[in-house]
């Protein structure tokens, strides 16, 4: 149990103000630096009347990388985490395909072996089957 008055000497009371702090920093800093990004975004694209443009600063504060698949996954319900794990060269094969020119999931993620991506692909498959195929 952690003691109500700080104790500097703790380890659980430094870990929870270091947690407290990144906390602050995701919700608060990140999600105004993101909404920022977001408007100079659409601005710049309605200007230059594109739909995508490289060095999007938005895309990669919202999604912590400028790499198409990762962003597509990413918004399709897939974590960051899961993200990566797909797109690992030995799994992007086994579990990524092209099917009239969109990307799709292979059911075959749904018995992958990572616990966290199964559940998260089994969530995104009730939400969005279209995604998935054979």
Request: without cysteine.
């Given at each position: 149990m952690v003691e109500?008055?700080?104790?500097?000497?703790?380890?659980?009371?430094k870990n929870l103000v270091i947690a407290e702090s990144l906390s602050v920093i995701e919700n608060v800093?990140?999600?105004?630096?993101?909404n920022y990004f977001r408007k100079f975004s659409m601005e710049y694209k309605a200007v230059h009347q594109v739909e995508n443009f490289?060095?999007?600063w938005y895309e990669y504060v919202e999604y912590g990388t400028t790499?198409?698949?990762?962003?597509?996954l990413q918004q399709n319900g897939f974590s960051?985490?899961?993200?990566?794990?797909?797109?690992?060269?030995?799994?992007?094969?086994?579990?990524?395909?092209e099917v009239d020119g969109e990307k799709k999931i292979k059911r075959s993620i749904l018995e992958c072996g990572n616990i966290g991506v199964e559940t998260e692909a089994q969530d995104i498959q009730f939400n969005i089957p279209e995604l998935f195929v054979e």
């Open positions: 109500e008055r700080y104790n500097p000497e703790s380890k659980e009371h800093l990140l999600f105004s630096i993101s490289d060095n999007d790499n198409p698949t990762t962003i597509f960051r985490e899961a993200s990566i794990y797909i797109q690992t060269p030995s799994n992007y094969s086994k579990y990524v395909t």
